[in-house]
Every structure is written in structure tokens, then in C-alpha cells.
Nanobody, 124 residues
Framework: QVQLVESGGGLVQAGGSLRLSCAAS????????MGWFRQAPGKEREFVAA????????GYAESVKGRFTISRDIAKNTVYLQMNSLKGEDTAVYYC?????????????????WGQGTQVTVSS
């Protein structure tokens, strides 16, 4: 069992930045690929970014490439999402998730554990 707790969300103006954190506890953090997803009101949950167990491989949704960066600190059992140049369409609840395995994946159903989410609101 893995417990995930997100933090760092909030209200920011368009063009601004936020850094989300996801602290993991329970099983060995390095056993899991980690991902960030988001869900806006009335929309399905969508993939944002993911990182492999080692941190050596990452993947991003086209909509955030060049603006968002995912990273992980294995010593701190934490994964981060640095979000720059934020836009109104980035407004959503952001979720952290853990997937058993080595590779990162954008497939929602392959993630075994989920956090409760943190709200990000971008004002224009």
C-alpha cells in the first residue's frame, strides 16, 4: 500500500508558476513510476506528466510540453511538478499517482494508487 499526499496548489495569475509536491509513504517509493493527472470540471481525468522509477525517463502531454517539468527525489519520497507559464486551461484538480513497474505510462488504469488531489486555479 502506498499513500500519496499532494500539496502546493492554489490561485495564480496567468503566466505565473506553481510547484506541486506529492509525498509518498508506505511501500518503497522507488518501486513505482509516478504520474500527474488533472481533472477540470465536467471533463475526464487526463494525463499531464509521468516519470520512471529511476527518474531517468519522463513523458508529457502535448498541452504542457515545454511548460511543465516532472521530477522526483527518491531520498525524500517525493515527486514534483513544476508548472510555468500557466494558462487558464490549466485550471483543474491535480492528482498524483503511483504505478507498479519501471516505465512511465500515461494510461490512467495502470496506476495503482492515487492521492486526493490539489486544486490549481489560474486567473486571466
Amino acid at each position: 500500500q502506498v499513500q500519496l499526499v499532494e500539496s502546493g496548489g492554489g490561485l495564480v495569475q496567468a503566466g505565473g508558476s506553481l510547484r506541486l509536491s506529492c509525498a509518498a509513504s508506505g511501500r518503497t517509493f522507488s518501486d513505482y513510476a509516478m504520474g500527474w493527472f488533472r481533472q477540470a470540471p465536467g471533463k475526464e481525468r487526463e494525463f499531464v506528466a509521468a516519470i520512471s522509477r529511476s527518474g531517468g525517463n519522463t513523458g508529457y502531454a502535448e498541452s504542457v510540453k515545454g511548460r511543465f517539468t516532472i521530477s522526483r527525489d527518491i531520498a525524500k519520497n517525493t515527486v514534483y511538478l513544476q508548472m510555468n507559464s500557466l494558462k487558464g486551461e490549466d485550471t483543474a484538480v491535480y492528482y498524483c499517482a503511483a504505478a507498479t513497474g519501471r516505465r512511465w505510462t500515461e494510461i490512467t488504469t495502470l496506476y495503482d494508487y492515487w492521492g486526493q488531489g490539489t486544486q490549481v486555479t489560474v486567473s486571466s
